[in-house]
């Protein structure tokens, strides 16, 4: 159940598919980057022959690229959840049932995570 306060968080934000455009920049900002990634895709499907869904396991840089653009650039900055149990976290009892909402942008920017957590470095 979306609650009318929760459109503030997640009604701004683009769609899905921005992901693809943030991860062109960071690749186009990263030469060294887009390089690997190209070699990648090169050495497993060729020159030959179109990208298939089932090459994407063979595919391991470009994969690891995508979850970095999902770490710096997540499509909705915090996602709503419902304690299930009474909890106590860092200090602050939580009761069972709760609203709770996980700002996935700060925790992949969280220093105390990531080493240079705004690097792009897949």
Same mark, same amino acid.
């Given at each position: 159940?979306?609650? @009318?306060?929760?459109? $503030?968080?997640?009604?701004?934000?683009? !769609?899905?598919?921005?992901?693809?455009?943030?991860?062109?920049?960071?690749? $186009?900002? *990263?030469?060294?980057? =887009?390089?690997?990634?190209?070699?990648?895709?090169? !050495?497993?499907?060729?020159?030959?022959?179109?990208?298939?869904?089932?090459? $994407?396991? !063979?595919?391991?840089?470009?994969?690891?690229?995508?979850?970095?653009?999902?770490?710096? *650039?997540?499509?909705? @900055? =915090?996602?709503?959840?419902?304690? &299930?149990?009474?909890?106590?976290?860092?200090?602050? *009892?939580?009761?069972?049932? &709760?609203? $709770?909402?996980? !700002?996935?942008?700060?925790?992949?920017?969280?220093?105390? *995570?990531?080493?240079? @957590?705004?690097?792009?470095?897949?």
């Amino acid at each position: 159940m979306i609650l @009318p306060f929760q459109n $503030i968080f997640v009604a701004g934000k683009d !769609n899905s598919a921005i992901i693809a455009e943030w991860a062109l920049s960071e690749l $186009i900002n *990263h030469p060294n980057v =887009m390089k690997k990634a190209i070699a990648e895709i090169d !050495n497993v499907v060729g020159k030959n022959r179109l990208l298939q869904e089932s090459d $994407i396991p !063979n595919f391991p840089y470009l994969q690891a690229a995508v979850k970095e653009t999902l770490r710096l *650039h997540p499509p909705v @900055p =915090m996602i709503p959840r419902k304690s &299930t149990e009474d909890r106590v976290v860092a200090g602050y *009892h939580i009761q069972a049932n &709760t609203t $709770i909402f996980i !700002n996935v942008w700060a925790l992949g920017r969280d220093p105390n *995570h990531w080493e240079n @957590p705004l690097a792009f470095r897949p």
